[in-house]
């Protein structure tokens, strides 16, 4: 079992930067693939990033790709999302997720999902 809780979501002007943690507890997150997703009312919930249980591997979506950096530090059970020149249409609550094997991309499935964190960028 696996419990996530995110944090570092906040309101920041449009070009600025946040950085989002998603400790997990639980003696197998080093073994974990991770995942960031966001969602805004309405709309399905998107993957931004993946990382498998290395950070050998990882993956991000197109409209975050050298915007955004997902890193881990499996000693502090911790997952982050490095969010730079972040733009108004990055606006949403960010959901990090886990799960015992790595698939990369879309339409991968996750068992543990945490509460989420609101991150709203104003223009």
């Known amino acids: 079992q696996v419990q996530l809780v995110e944090s570092g979501g906040g309101l920041v002007q449009a070009g600025g930067s946040l950085r989002l943690s998603c400790a997990a507890s639980?003696?197998?997150?080093?073994?974990?693939?991770m995942g960031w997703f966001r969602q805004t009312p309405g709309k399905e919930r998107d993957l931004v990033a993946d990382i498998n249980w290395s950070g050998g591997r990882r993956y991000y979506a197109d409209s975050v790709k050298g915007r955004f950096t997902i890193s881990r530090d499996n000693a502090k059970n911790t997952v982050y999302l490095q969010m730079n020149s972040l733009k108004p249409e990055d606006t949403a609550v960010y959901y990090c997720?886990?799960?015992?094997?790595?698939?990369?991309?879309?339409?991968?499935?996750?068992?543990?999902w945490g509460q989420g964190t609101h991150v709203t960028v104003s223009s």
């Open positions: 639980g003696r197998t997150f080093s073994s974990y693939a």
């Open positions: 997720a886990a799960d015992p094997y790595y698939c990369s991309g879309n339409g991968c499935s996750y068992g543990y």
